[in-house]
């Protein structure tokens, strides 16, 4: 069974970079999987970050496309987030997810738990 | 962009009934709709791919309908674990994205 779990900073100053980790076991992340990084604000809808596929594909939300940055290391099963010059909009939780295989990506079927990520000075 | 929206916002329920909430998508999109349950703390858990397919292990009092632009999820008779708040999204556009919708809390 596929487990992903979130890790990174919890606290972030405005203007720097956001760098999240997501673990994953029980399944490769170099499986016919696409990889997802989505966030929710408190007490607001999911906001999807990102669809990734370890070679280096993705496809990313249009209001945050130019300050993301995404990578796989294949040998620990993981893969990252980099989200840079931060402000007080980014505050929110952050959960990596597996996306289900196929050419296209689309639901969200395991989730990590979720990292709560604050920015402020 | 597709825009979706829930109704309603709440929905006030006592276990054992029947529950139905709405999604509505801003433009068609066929079948190409995902419906979540998050509890608070937790991280939202898919119910139901494809609009009407139930994910694994999914309860079947837990039911999908809808195509083009009006979808609904009905719980068959509510369960004290089913208080949550209910997302739906859209997925399979192009360029690929993932859009979710306000949510509708289901609560006593």
């Known amino acids: 069974q596929v487990q992903l779990q979130e890790s990174g900073p919890g606290l972030v100053r405005p203007s720097d970079t956001l760098s999240l980790t997501c673990d994953v076991s029980g399944h490769s992340i170099t499986s016919d999987n696409w990889w997802g990084w989505i966030r929710q604000p408190p007490g607001k809808r999911p906001e999807w970050i990102t669809y990734f596929y370890y070679t280096g594909s993705d496809y990313r939300n249009p209001s945050l496309k130019s300050r993301l940055t995404m990578s796989a290391d294949t040998s620990k099963n993981q893969f990252s987030l980099k989200l840079a010059s931060v402000t007080a909009a980014d505050t929110a939780t952050y959960y990596c997810a597996r996306s289900s295989g196929g050419v296209v990506p689309n639901w969200f079927d395991s989730w990590g738990h979720g990292i709560q990520v604050t920015v402020s000075s | 962009e597709v825009v979706l929206t829930q109704s309603p916002a709440t929905l006030s329920v006592s276990p054992g009934e029947r529950v139905t909430l709405s999604c509505r998508a801003g433009q068609t999109i066929a079948n190409n709709l995902a419906w979540y349950q998050q509890k608070p703390g937790q991280a939202p858990r898919l119910l139901i791919l494809g609009a009407s397919t139930r994910a694994i292990d999914v309860p079947a009092r837990f039911s999908g309908r809808g195509s083009g632009t009006e979808f609904t999820l009905t719980i068959s008779s509510l369960q004290s674990e089913d208080f949550a708040v209910y997302y739906c999204?859209?997925?399979?556009?192009?360029?690929?994205?993932?859009?979710f919708g306000p949510g509708t809390k289901v609560d006593f």
């Open positions: 999204q859209h997925y399979n556009g192009w360029p690929p994205e993932a859009t």
